[in-house]
């Protein structure tokens, strides 16, 4: 769990307000949930044999007995919200949130026990139309932080009927090799032996390489659907790469799944994944909604732009105002919100010091201009100006003046 400090911070508020009027010009709707859940909704939708589940969750009982869990994602949590404050009551919803999840996982580059996920979910929308869209949006995002070397991965993991078909000829597959499983691929054998297909163990790549694979089973409509998706991409211009290998460590995925990855973070080169979700909203106790959303997290995007060597725009500051005396220091402090009134970025040197080494302060600053206020300022009402970065001399002028000398 890492401090941000504010040199690292200036890219998270970029990362941030980037993403927040994106996804609000593509109609999705802010909401908040809180950051802890009774543990059962983890439980019942992430599923009880996944990675997060068995060994990942930050559990702990409340002072009534109740089990309370930090919450590992946001889905489980925005739709438990949809369905309490029945938000779908007129019609489909896009929301999207943001904050801290927690997983007890083994931290390195790119991978903390306290991390930040952006997270948009679509409730209520069964064409492919809106797993384009949510894709779609990502590239646009990429984009509009400068990042090129991306790549998108999708695949589909169809629907129950077809998983269940895959399933069992999968527990055959591994079951005729069982010499070959490792000891997590042994103990997952009759509870999930879809997770044994993501392995990183390179002693099983070759099994899992001769796999059954889940397209051969796939439904008529899941098949139309993943093809109607990828001539939505198509359209859109965005390259892509069909990934029949790509699962995701949730139950509660059906259908499309997608990521987004980079060379570029080692091991932890995921930046953002998602999928359709059709069957949660039932599971979770509502009417059946198709649903599909998408989370990134913000820690490795940061560490991306960094890689490419992107820096956040930062307003610069316009004044520094020093002064000197106890009315000064009192009309310095008038001028300086009148100042921001107008929209100036101003700062106000607060505490004591000589004029020289405040002069330096404001120096250091960066400030474009100092204004210096003395008992003559204030008897004649003006404001001396000093451009700092540019040519000319030091001048009296009026706040107006000094306003528009600023604007200018
Ligand atoms: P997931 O919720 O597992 O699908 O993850 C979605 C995204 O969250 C990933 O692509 C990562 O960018 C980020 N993420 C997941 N787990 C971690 C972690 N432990 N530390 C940092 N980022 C993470």
């Given at each position: 769990m890492n401090?941000?400090?504010?040199?690292?911070?200036?890219?998270?508020?970029?990362?941030?307000?980037?993403?927040?009027?994106?996804?609000?010009?593509?109609?999705?709707?802010?909401?908040?949930?809180?950051?802890?859940?009774?543990?059962?909704?983890?439980?019942?939708?992430?599923?009880?044999?996944?990675?997060?589940?068995?060994k990942e969750m930050y559990t702990f009982n409340d002072r009534n007995g109740d089990s309370l869990t930090l919450r590992p994602e946001g889905t489980a949590g925005c739709v438990r919200a949809v369905l309490e404050h029945n938000l779908l009551y007129d019609g489909p919803k896009k929301l999207f949130y943001e904050g801290p999840m927690f997983r007890y996982e083994r931290p390195q580059k790119g991978r903390y026990r306290q991390f930040h996920q952006f997270g948009a979910e679509a409730l209520g929308f069964a064409g492919p139309e809106i797993d384009a869209e949510q894709i779609v949006m990502l590239g646009r995002l990429w984009r509009q932080l400068g990042l090129t070397e991306v790549e998108l991965?999708?695949?589909?993991?169809?629907?129950?009927?077809?998983?269940?078909?895959?399933?069992?000829?999968l527990v055959r597959y591994f079951e005729s090799h069982q010499d070959q499983l490792d000891e997590d691929a042994r103990r997952r054998l009759y509870t999930n032996p879809l997770r044994t297909l993501d392995s990183k163990n390179p002693a099983m790549q070759a099994l899992v390489e001769d796999a059954p694979k889940l397209a051969d089973y796939l439904g008529d409509e899941a098949r139309a659907h993943f093809e109607r998706l990828q001539s939505l991409l198509n359209a859109a211009g965005l390259a892509y790469r069909v990934n029949p290998r790509l699962v995701?460590?949730?139950?509660y995925y059906n259908r499309t799944v997608f990521e987004w990855v980079t060379t570029k973070l080692g091991a932890q080169g995921t930046i953002a994944g998602g999928g359709r979700y059709d069957g949660l909203v039932e599971q979770l106790g509502g009417?059946?909604?198709?649903?599909?959303?998408?989370?990134?997290?913000?820690?490795?995007?940061?560490?991306?732009?960094?890689?490419?060597?992107?820096?956040?725009?930062?307003?610069?500051?316009?004044?520094?105002i020093i002064h000197a005396g106890e009315s000064a220091a009192a009309y310095a402090m008038q001028s300086a919100e009148r100042l921001r009134d107008a929209g100036v970025a101003a700062q106000m040197h607060c505490g004591v010091g000589s004029f020289k080494a405040q002069m330096k302060k404001a120096d250091a600053s960066?400030?474009?201009?100092?204004i210096i206020v003395g008992d003559d300022e204030v008897a004649a009402a003006e404001l001396s100006l000093k451009p700092l970065r540019e040519p000319g001399e030091q001048q009296r002028l009026s706040l107006d003046a000094v306003i528009a000398r600023i604007g200018s």
């Open positions: 401090d941000i400090l504010p040199d690292e911070a200036a890219l998270w508020m970029f990362v941030e307000q980037t993403t927040r009027q994106l996804l609000t010009s593509y109609g999705y709707g802010n909401i908040r949930m809180p950051v802890v859940e009774e543990t059962r909704l983890f439980n019942r939708s992430i599923g009880e044999v996944t990675d997060i589940v068995e991965q999708i695949n589909s993991i169809g629907d129950s009927e077809a998983r269940a078909q895959h399933r069992a000829a995701r460590g949730f139950d009417k059946p909604q198709p649903a599909c959303g998408f989370a990134f997290g913000t820690e490795r995007l940061v560490l991306l732009l960094r890689e490419h060597d992107v820096k956040a725009p930062s307003r610069q500051l316009d004044v520094y960066g400030a474009r201009f100092a």
